[in-house]
Structures are given as C-alpha cells and as structure tokens.
C-alpha cells in the first residue's frame, strides 16, 4: 500500500537535492565569471600599455625620424661646404701655380728704408702692422707670394689671400681667415688693411669675392679708391 507520506518526503528530498546541485552551479558559475572579469581587466589592461607602448615607439620613431633627417642636413650642408672650399682651394692654387711657378712675387715699388714690406716671402717689418699685431703677444706678419699670414710660434692664426685679376692691374681678394680662438680681434681687418696698402703702393684695384672684404669695403669708405667694382 502506498505511502503519500513518504513518497511526498521523498519529492522533498529530491527537490532539495536539485535546489543543492543548482547552488553548486550557481557559485561554479559566479567563479567563472570572476575569472572572466579578471581575464577581461588583464586583457584591457595589456591592450592599454600595449596602446602606449605602440605610441611611444612611434614617438620615439618621430623624433628618431626628425633628428636624422636634420642630420642629413647639417652633412649636406657641412659637404656642400667642404665642396665649395675644396674648389676655391684649388682654383686659386692652379692660378698661382700657373702665374708665378716658381718665380718670386717682388713689387715693383720701392719705398723709403723702414717701409719695405712687399718681399717675395719673410717677415713683414712696415710699421703700420705694429698696432694690430700687438694684441697678440708673438704674433709676426709674413707674406709670401700672394698672401698674408699672422704667424705665433710657427702656428698660422690668421690669413688673407689674392690672385692676380680680373682685369690688368687687379687682384681678386679671395679667401680670409682667422682661428676661431682670435677672432673678435683686430687680425683679420690688420690683415685686410695690409693687402689694400699693398694694392695703393702697387696702383692696384681690389676685386673683394671674400665676403668678410666684401662686407668691409661696403661699410668702410676709406676702401673705395681700391675697390673694383662690378
């Protein structure tokens, strides 16, 4: 004979049973998606500094990209330099090679004794050279052919060039320098006003190419009985 009694405690267990397995389900599920969560916060978070990292390195590809670019120009510009000094260099030296060989630059002027100072090559002793020249203690002046140059110590510290030309009774003042430790000084404007005595001596015109001359015969009126003029 049934028992609906039991069989109905039965049911009850039954039903507590499943309302148990579905409590294991439920916290196996509330696991998973904890770990879910915590995957999603992972990966996000990896995107994130992958993110910056990404833009970082295309930052820094930037400014790698940009410093080498002004690299390239600062070589351009330092060859194309070097290039156009390299060709002056040996233009002038081709003309003075041809024009004088090996054959003594002299002028054709004679001055009064204590005023000579156009000597094929030496040690340059005209007076007007004093003051400029005592700025720098042991600095002498010296020529040789067609060219200046301030000397200390067997060192050259300064220098001015020119060639015969254009024209007849013309140099081309071409080339002037001084070490960049003396410059601000008087070197290279003694060393100027040395080669335009010169030019006055020897009834010449100066052709100014060089552009420190250049500059200075267009501030310096005193300048302009020798300049040539184009």
Not at 36 to 59: F, I
């Amino acid at each position: 004979m049934r028992n609906p009694i039991k069989e109905l405690m039965g049911i009850k267990d039954s039903i507590n049973d499943v309302k148990g397995t579905m409590d294991e389900i439920k916290a196996m599920l509330d696991d998973v998606k904890g770990d879910v969560d915590e995957a999603q916060q992972k990966l996000q978070g990896t995107m994130e500094h992958a993110k910056s990292t990404s833009e970082k390195a295309k930052l820094s590809a930037d400014q790698l990209k940009q410093a080498l670019g002004e690299v390239s120009v600062g070589l351009g510009a330092s060859k194309q330099h070097m290039e156009s000094t390299k060709k002056d260099i040996q233009q002038t030296a081709s003309v003075i090679k041809g024009l004088f060989g090996n054959v003594s630059y002299k002028s054709n002027t004679s001055l009064p004794t204590g005023k000579q100072d156009m000597a094929s090559s030496g040690t340059m002793t005209n007076s007007n050279t004093d003051s400029w020249l005592q700025d720098i203690e042991g600095a002498q002046l010296f020529k040789e052919g067609p060219a200046y140059f301030v000397k200390r110590g067997g060192q050259i510290i300064g220098e001015i060039t020119y060639i015969p030309g254009p024209e007849n009774d013309t140099w081309t003042l071409n080339h002037t320098y001084v070490d960049p430790q003396f410059r601000g000084g008087r070197i290279a404007k003694g060393l100027l006003d040395t080669v335009v005595h010169a030019a006055r001596l020897e009834g010449k015109k100066i052709f100014p190419t060089c552009s420190y001359a250049l500059v200075q015969f267009k501030r310096d009126r005193s300048y302009h009985d020798v300049w040539l003029r184009t």
